[in-house]
């Protein structure tokens, strides 16, 4: 079945480092996801990793994935006051293009 | 190109009444979403449609709810008669199959008194 996981709130101080962590149940999922969403906007996807890779990296983001554990983490180096949003994880499950999302973690970042 | 485009952004009514939302995914993209996001619910995946025909709209809360996405630009979801629990953000998203991504509209706040 397919089911998203994801710690409510988190809170970190400027220039921290923020972990967002999320757990999957679906092994086939071939992409996984992390969306932003700033209050009062949609969705914006953030970035992905596919599903044969353990790690990804873009500027201040790594992603890193550990499929034997389905858990799926978001890093977030140098964390800004802009960087306070939810953030999504979601997973690909490759039937008919379906994207399940996790409840959302919101995260703080405290000046 | 533009986005996913949803109208109307804000929709205020009154319980009873019929409201329509409005949905023109990304061009070539040929899966469409629709989500609605509450406090208490999150974010609930709705129906969604591959090639313009329903895949699963196990997620519609009841007969209230239907949708419909006549051409590959354009997909309505509709509530009759809409109720104050309905009263939510609702999502439009559009599935770019070449590059696996999702794009989602800015969205249609909804409050029905």
């Known amino acids: 079945g397919e089911d998203v996981e994801q710690s409510l709130f988190l809170s970190v101080r400027e220039g921290d480092s923020s972990v967002i962590n999320c757990t999957y149940t679906?092994?086939?999922?071939?992409?996984l996801y992390w969306y932003k969403q700033e209050p009062g906007a949609g969705l914006q996807l953030l970035t992905y990793i596919f599903s044969n890779m353990d790690m990804k990296q873009d500027q201040r983001l790594t992603v890193l994935l550990n499929k034997k554990d389905k858990h799926l983490s978001l890093r977030i180096a140098d964390t800004q006051t802009g960087d306070s949003a939810i953030y999504f994880c979601?997973?690909?499950?490759?039937?008919?293009?379906?994207?399940?999302f996790g409840t959302g973690t919101k995260l703080q970042v405290i000046p | 190109d533009a986005g996913v485009i949803q109208s109307p952004r804000h929709e205020v009514t009154e319980m009873g009444q019929e409201v329509t939302l409005r949905c023109k995914p990304i061009?070539?993209?040929?899966?469409l979403f629709w989500y609605r996001q509450t406090m208490m619910r999150g974010l609930e995946l709705l129906i969604y449609?591959?090639?313009?025909?329903?895949?699963?709209d196990s997620g519609m809360p009841e007969d209230r709810f239907s949708a419909k996405m006549p051409n590959a630009s354009f997909s309505t979801l509709k509530i009759q008669p809409s109720e104050p629990r309905d009263s939510a953000v609702y999502f439009c998203a559009s599935y770019d199959s070449i590059n696996e991504k999702l794009f989602f509209g800015s969205g249609t706040q909804l409050s029905v008194l």
């Open positions: 679906d092994s086939s999922s071939t992409y």
């Open positions: 449609f591959n090639n313009n025909v329903p895949i699963d």
């Open positions: 061009s070539g993209h040929n899966s």
């Open positions: 979601a997973e690909n499950t490759g039937s008919y293009q379906k994207v399940t």
